[in-house]
């Protein structure tokens, strides 16, 4: 039983020294706008280092120094690393805002008018460049059935999503 605790305070301890970087989309097909309504919820701290890198300048995210700037640094970095396409035809996104939720913050972007797909084609390289172990979780709901999931990642940015 003592091994059992040793066990547990060392993997504790691993986690804390080797945090995970990862990220959640979700799509959803909204039928009376006819489009794709898109939430991806980041760590803020993770965003930080990637946007520094992609500005090539310091950022902070909840404190910054102009707010104004920070929204369109971000929509440039997230429209840079999100693609949809919807038979084989890229789709426009454009950028909504965002809100801070603890250690994390979601960021609302949508599409322009689609048809309702069966089938949708995703790259997400969100924080590829700047994390070697970032995984990028996409799910699709579509209207009838339950979400469609994929795990994207450096190497494997993009996938397919079917009803």
Known sequence: ???????????GWLVVAHPFHLSLTEIKW????????ISQKIF???LE???????DESIDFLNPANTEKLNKQIETYLLAQNKIW???????VKYLGYEVEEDAAWF?????????????????SLLLEDFSDQK????????????????LGKGNESGVLNN
């Open 1 to 11: 039983m003592l091994q059992f605790y040793l066990y547990l305070i060392s993997l």
């Open 30 to 37: 909204n039928t009376t706008s006819e489009q794709l309504e």
């Open 44 to 46: 803020w701290d993770d």
């Open 49 to 55: 280092v990637a946007l520094s890198g992609y500005h």
């Open 86 to 92: 919807i038979d084989d035809k890229s789709i426009k």
């Open 108 to 124: 609302y972007l949508e599409s322009e008018k689609v048809q309702e797909p069966t089938s949708i084609r995703v790259k997400n």
């Open 136 to 151: 990028n979780v996409v799910q699709f709901y579509f209207e009838t059935n339950s979400p469609r999931s994929i795990i």
